[in-house]
T-cell receptor, first 115, second 110 residues
Framework: KAGVTQTPRYLIKTRGQQVTLSCSPISGHRSVSWYQQTPGQGLQFLFEYFSETQRNKGNFPGRFSGRQFSNSRSEMNVSTLELGDSALYLC??????????????FGPGTRLTVL | GEDVEQSLFLSVREGDSSVINCTYTDSSSTYLYWYKQEPGAGLQLLTYIFSNMDMKQDQRLTVLLNKKDKHLSLRIADTQTGDSAIYFCARGAGSYQLTFGKGTKLSVIP
């Protein structure tokens, strides 16, 4: 079974630009969560999508948004990039059961550098 | 203090056992996880434990949970150089929002 895939693996952008990252979950998984990893703040939850609906959102500004498609693939978008948005962005997929206890499997991440 | 806390570094000799510790504050945690991250890679799920369990063993890995003290540990038996990585403790509480510790960097000395 293929794992979680993320594209692109690396991105370099400049301040003020916007960026879109993509995540394809494991086949059969309907939940996709996004996390930001930085040396200073560690791993922080961005949001979670299930059946094209955002079920949960972390404490990030509105510049960070996401969506999920009918095939469970998800994208996240960051607008008006800031230097502090430089990070490894990880997505995780799970079956997404309503109890919130299904194990999450992570992709390799997208390394975003903002210059 | 932090919601999930781990010591930042651990150094062990090859062949010894490694014990990585984690404490958490939220008693509503239902699942506790251990993930491994190698340089330049994503997170690899190692194991997890339900909050109503005390111990779980999976090959070289043993997880101990002391719910009263909100303390979780991961023991790696016969530690190998390939075990060198950052290990993250994470808790889940009934949603798909995991809260992670800062990670423990394990260095294995040959």
């Amino acid at each position: 079974k293929a794992g979680v895939t993320q594209t692109p693996r690396y991105l370099i952008k400049t301040r003020g630009q916007q960026v879109t990252l993509s995540c394809s979950p494991i086949s059969g998984h309907r939940s996709v969560s996004w996390y930001q990893q930085t040396p200073g703040q560690g791993l922080q939850f961005l949001f979670e999508y299930f059946s094209e609906t955002q079920r949960n959102k972390g404490n990030f500004p509105g510049r960070f948004s996401g969506r999920q498609f009918s095939n469970s693939r998800s994208e996240m978008n960051v607008s008006t990039l800031e230097l502090g948005d430089s990070a490894l962005y990880l997505c995780a997929s799970s079956f997404g059961g309503s109890r919130g206890t299904d194990t999450q499997y992570f992709g390799p991440g997208t390394r975003l550098t903002v210059l | 203090g932090e919601d999930v806390e781990q010591s930042l570094f651990l150094s062990v000799r090859e062949g010894d056992s490694s014990v990585i510790n984690c404490t958490y504050t939220d008693s509503s945690s239902t699942y506790l996880y251990w993930y491994k991250q190698e340089p330049g890679a994503g997170l690899q799920l190692l194991t997890y434990i339900f909050s109503n369990m005390d111990m779980k063993q999976d090959q070289r890995l043993t997880v101990l949970l002391n719910k009263k003290d909100k303390h979780l540990s991961l023991r790696i038996a016969d530690t190998q150089t390939g075990d060198s990585a950052i290990y993250f403790c994470a808790r889940g509480a009934g949603s798909y929002q995991l809260t992670f510790g800062k990670g423990t960097k394990l260095s294995v000395i040959p």
